[in-house]
């Protein structure tokens, strides 16, 4: 048996933060040697909200750029952009027509960017997860590593799997594999900066409310220093009435790389005045490398480009083959 498979994105809207880098890709490449992995910047999904043609082909490289630089390895995985590979829009067709309405009406995260939207409600925006499905079922995924936002995502691509399997495939021959969300509970949900029971987000007005990947020192002090606290003395992990102490415990023990309980020692006496400069200290020299990873990729498109070139042939080999499953399946004629 071959290794199984993972596969997981994030989209090229904005800076990537340390929800991102936490939640999700730190977690890639702490398991990336034992799997065969596809990690994809999922340009096709940056479009369900108003964006920028102007920045989008640059972000997306940016985003490409940091999985390297995060520390994605060539040797165990493939990096590459969702629309050069046409199947997952073939696929995604395909799996609205047996999708139910009420299914995608009935998501969180459509409900919440829907209500933000107002009245300019793109029909992309509510068929998001049907995107997303396609991304994870083109390649038979086993696993698909998020933060916890995206767990009712991965329920209805299971929902999603099942319903294809049990309309189009014979029982004991599913055509579309069942994959399981991977979700680590450290860092699951980094929250955000300037209220500590929100999460971090691309998409939060207040810059303030975020770290981000690429931030310099000054702006990372600058953020650390206006973040919210509370007026107690002392910190502690898992407080509900303090999660401001919580989180920026919890950043500082990810970011560290100290155990919970060692964390929890050092800083259960002290003030937030000692505390947020040991914060902004860890913060900045954890960042560094990748940001000076970061700097190199970019200064070299040529090696940028040919990693995605590479990246694309290889996902759109195993992608076409899934779909020409699937629509013998449904019963499409296929020339081959
Ligand atoms: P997105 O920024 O929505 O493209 O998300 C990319 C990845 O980052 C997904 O796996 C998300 O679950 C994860 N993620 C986004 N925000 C956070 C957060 N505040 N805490 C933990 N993980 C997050
Ligand atoms: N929806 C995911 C997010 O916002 C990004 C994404 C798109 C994704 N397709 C995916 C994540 C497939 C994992 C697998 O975070």
Not at 32 to 48: E, G, K, P, R
Not at 91 to 105: F, M, V
Not at 300 to 308: G, H, T
Request: proline share 5%; aromatic share 6%.
């Amino acid at each position: 048996m071959g290794r199984q498979r993972i596969f997981s994105g994030v989209q090229p809207t904005g800076n990537l933060h340390l929800g991102n880098y936490l939640g999700a890709i730190r977690n890639w490449v702490e398991i990336q040697s034992q799997f065969d992995n596809l990690f994809c910047v999922v340009d096709l999904h940056a479009i369900t909200v108003p964006h920028k043609p102007e920045t989008l082909a640059n972000d997306t490289e940016a985003i490409a750029a940091l999985y390297l630089a995060c520390g994605i390895d060539l040797n165990y995985s493939t990096i590459f952009v969702q629309s050069h590979v046409c199947a997952h829009c073939e696929l995604t067709w395909l799996l609205n027509c047996i999708t139910p309405l009420n299914w995608l009406q009935d998501m969180i995260q459509f409900k919440e960017k829907a209500l933000k939207q107002g009245e300019n409600v793109g029909v992309g925006l509510l068929d998001y997860p049907v995107l997303m499905a396609s991304d994870i079922l083109l390649y038979q995924t086993d696993k698909v590593p998020v933060g916890e936002d995206q767990k009712q995502h991965l329920e209805l691509t299971r929902d999603i799997v099942n319903r294809f399997n049990h309309q189009f495939a014979k029982p004991d021959q599913p055509v579309l594999k069942l994959p399981e969300p991977l979700i680590r509970k450290e860092g699951a949900r980094v929250m955000s900066l300037t209220d500590g029971t929100k999460k971090m987000s691309k998409s939060d007005p207040s810059e303030l409310s975020r770290i981000n990947l690429l931030d310099s020192p000054d702006e990372i002090a600058k953020k650390i220093k206006r973040c919210k606290t509370d007026p107690i003395r002392g910190l502690e992990f898992d407080n509900s009435e303090r999660p401001e102490s919580n989180n920026l415990l919890t950043l500082y023990m990810l970011l560290s790389g100290k155990t919970k309980e060692e964390v929890a020692a050092e800083c259960q006496d002290m003030g937030w005045g000692q505390f947020k400069p040991l914060l902004t200290q860890t913060m900045i020299e954890a960042l560094k490398p990748i940001q000076e990873k970061y700097q190199e990729v970019m200064n070299d498109k040529a090696y940028l480009e040919s990693v995605l070139r590479h990246g694309k042939h290889k996902a759109e080999a195993i992608a076409n083959q899934t779909l020409n499953q699937v629509k013998a399946a449904m019963g499409y004629s296929l020339l081959i």
